[in-house]
């Protein structure tokens, strides 16, 4: 039976319920890959990566923030997958993705800042996997249009084996609650059920 969790959005009155997928959509993700024979200061070409591309034959942790550079994006969430990333192994998880409506310039460039060399950054610039898996929420209210909710998946071979969905997912929310998408409460899920 698929997860549910509760949705309000802007032309709602009261929440609605939301059926969570239990496979990762197939989407082509448009993204910036630095490649040598390119001369310059900006040796990096386009290159079509698909949801086979990163989910398929391996066991990951996806998790998807409302934007790069963002306060707790960059204070505690991607900075703490990173840290964390040889515990993650030690689970038996192969890669850390990190997805957000953000092109791929921005997430490249959130990236060097940020100084993350284990994740991988994952550009949803047109928002079609965050919509498709149902995360997709409107920041109006802080000037970022459409953007996606704060959550994470274990993802087995494509197959979304658990949720993390940080409560009261509403458009133009007024706060921004973090907890339940921390590395931290994802390890003691993954320690707990191994």
């Known amino acids: 039976m698929a997860e549910k969790i509760k949705y309000k959005s802007k032309w709602d009155d009261e929440p609605r319920d ?3 997928p239990d496979i990762v959509p197939a989407v082509v993700f448009k993204t910036r890959v630095r490649d040598d024979s390119i001369e310059g200061p900006n040796p990096f070409r386009w290159e079509d990566k698909t949801t086979y591309d990163y989910f398929a034959g391996k066991r990951v942790v ?3 923030l409302p934007g790069a550079f ?3 994006c960059s204070t505690y969430q991607l900075p703490g997958f990173e840290n964390n990333f040889s515990e993650f192994k030690s689970l038996g998880i192969k890669d850390i993705y990190c997805v957000s409506v953000n092109d791929g310039f921005v997430m490249n460039c959130w990236a060097k800042d940020q100084k993350i060399k284990k994740v991988k950054m ?3 610039g047109s928002c079609k996997f ?3 898996m149902q995360m997709d929420v409107y ?3 802080l000037g970022f249009g459409r953007r996606s909710w704060r959550y994470a ?3 087995n071979n494509g197959q979304i084996e658990k949720w993390f969905v940080e409560p ?3 458009d133009n929310c007024e706060n921004d609650p973090y907890g339940e998408t921390s590395p931290e409460n994802i390890l003691k899920w993954l320690r707990d059920n191994a």
């Open 139 to 141: 920041k109006d209210n």
């Open 168 to 170: 009261g997912m509403e």
């Open 130 to 132: 965050t919509e498709a």
């Open 153 to 155: 998946c274990v993802v």
């Open 62 to 64: 996806l998790f998807s």
């Open 122 to 124: 994952i550009p949803d």
């Open 18 to 20: 939301v059926e969570l």
């Open 70 to 72: 963002t306060p707790t």
